[in-house]
């Protein structure tokens, strides 16, 4: 009786040492959680990580000092470790205190997969406005060496710096001035960064981002000989409207001014004051004047002087920011364009 009296009252006392254990722990661990996601942003500087988990939510990942950071073999890592693009698991402490919502301070952060490659700038999908890419990305240190492509057309290389860190930060300047920027419906291209294989140069560790090219109206302006037979008035031009692919720079507007009219253009009476050999040296735009500088431009006779004046004038002033135009022959403004 005695014995099973005291087996009672021992199973009572680990009931009880277990429950209690239970909630206690569950207290102490209330705001502790295990969250997984791909890294969105990351703030070297403020050492706060951006995540997206599967749910699309959005988490602050807030790290300190006693953050420990683990790469995919579980072997000691850093901030710098933790590239956009790369998936991690974050164990941490919720914070109430956070301005933002999901913040959650990390005690624990492992990675769960990497990438050799990442481009983080332009992103794939966007839209493209400027005849020019701004690359930026990250890429393993110890690659050496990676290649840059447009579709099938190579665009150059970029040396990776030597650092002490597992990955470092590349970013590169690409113009589009020879792409065919002709046509009305949006285009679309791939860019690609890649390392070229030792063995065979074969491309390896490639990504890619595709970028869309939507078509935009500018207005080009020629004489027209159909509207004016007698040439009464030399300094009359007249527009066409052009649909063109991510032209919005004056100077590119002013090379596609330079190549003349098209051939149903010409057969509508257009032709260009301007001559064939003509090249542009300089544009540059400030404080409302539009600055170009010509070599070539030798027209002879007033008349075409004039229209060649008002052609290009008439170009560069479509946009909102120009309101005069100064043009130069080879640095020399007092005598461009003399008849």
Known sequence: ????????????????VIIGGYFIYNY???????????????????????????EN?????????????LDEDGEKADLKYLIPQFEIEVSGKLSKDAIT??????SQIKILSSKD???????????????????KGFARADLGTLYVKIDNAEKGSI?????????????????????????????????????KSSKDGSEANKVSVNLKLEPKTVSLYFSNIKFD??????????????????????????QLLLQGPTEEEIEK?????????????????????????????????????AAIRASITETLKQFPEIKEVIISVDGNIEEALQP
């Open 159 to 195: 040396e990776l710096p030597q650092t002490e860190g597992k990955y470092c930060y590349f970013e590169k300047s690409i113009p589009l001035s020879n792409i065919d920027l002709s046509g009305s419906a949006e285009k679309e291209i791939a860019l690609s960064v890649y390392q």
């Open 101 to 106: 919502p999901n913040s959650l301070f990390a």
């Open 269 to 305: 009476g257009y032709s260009s004051p301007i001559p064939k050999e003509a090249i542009i040296n300089e544009i540059s735009i400030k404080d409302g004047v539009a600055k170009i500088d010509f070599s070539n431009l030798n027209p002879g006779g007033s008349c075409r002087v």
């Open 117 to 135: 490659i990442v481009i983080i700038s332009p992103v794939d999908g966007k839209s493209l406005s400027k005849a020019e890419i701004n690359l």
């Open 57 to 69: 939510n959005e988490w602050n990942i807030v790290t300190t000092e006693k953050t420990k950071i």
């Open 1 to 16: 009786m005695k014995k099973g009296i005291k087996s009672f009252i021992i199973i009572i006392v680990i009931s009880v």
């Open 229 to 254: 037979p007698e040439m009464s008035d030399c300094t009359k031009v007249y527009p066409v409207t052009r649909e063109v692919h991510i032209l919005t720079d004056p100077g590119d507007v002013m």
């Open 28 to 54: 102490l661990n209330k705001d502790k959680l295990k969250v997984q996601g791909v890294i969105k942003d990351t703030s070297f500087s403020t050492k706060v990580v951006i995540i997206t988990d599967k």
